[in-house]
């Protein structure tokens, strides 16, 4: 067998299906991939992006705002707490939320806030956003 068979679940959807060659995701103590016949394994991963390569001349890239994976007998399971590909990415409500993130926590002392929530929609907008700004020209063809 040379491909893996990956699932992409949200708590809303199935979002991905398809048997691919290796899949990188964004681990909790780095980036970490999964490749045919990798041992098991269930593992959390944080905020980043996760790199799929479909084959020789294709590679796709979500945005994620992390969650949890699993691997058994060359199947991949992600159940993302959120994830966009570039091309649903909407770059305005990232930027909008992520000023909203920040003027949150700079008004922290005036406000009463939850400042670790304001700090973790901060840490998802920058990362849609450099998401974005990273690979959104691989759609622009």
């Known amino acids: 067998m040379t491909e893996i068979n990956l699932e992409i679940l949200t708590p809303a959807?199935?979002?991905y299906s398809s048997?691919?060659?290796?899949?990188?995701?964004?681990?909790?103590?780095?980036?970490?991939?999964?490749?045919?016949?990798?041992?098991?394994?269930i593992?959390?991963?944080?905020?980043?992006?996760?790199?799929?390569?479909?084959d020789n001349q294709k590679v796709e890239y979500?945005?994620?705002?992390g969650g949890t994976i699993e691997v058994l007998n060359n199947?991949?399971?992600?159940?993302?707490?959120?994830?966009?590909?570039?091309?649903?990415?909407?770059?305005?409500?990232?930027?909008?939320?992520?000023?909203?993130?920040k003027e949150r926590i700079a008004?922290?002392?005036?406000?009463?806030?939850?400042i670790q929530r304001a700090e973790a929609a901060l840490a998802r907008a920058n990362n849609r956003i450099n998401f974005y700004?990273?690979?959104f020209h691989l759609i622009q063809k």
């Open 19 to 41: 048997n691919v060659k290796s899949v990188t995701v964004p681990g909790s103590i780095g980036s970490f991939q999964v490749l045919v016949n990798h041992a098991p394994l």
């Open 107 to 114: 008004n922290k002392n005036t406000v009463k806030i939850d």
């Open 43 to 54: 593992s959390t991963f944080e905020i980043g992006i996760i790199k799929v390569e479909v």
């Open 13 to 15: 959807k199935l979002t």
């Open 75 to 101: 199947k991949i399971r992600i159940l993302a707490d959120s994830i966009e590909s570039v091309d649903d990415l909407d770059i305005q409500r990232a930027k909008n939320a992520f000023e909203r993130a």
């Open 133 to 135: 700004e990273k690979y």
């Open 62 to 65: 979500f945005s994620t705002s």
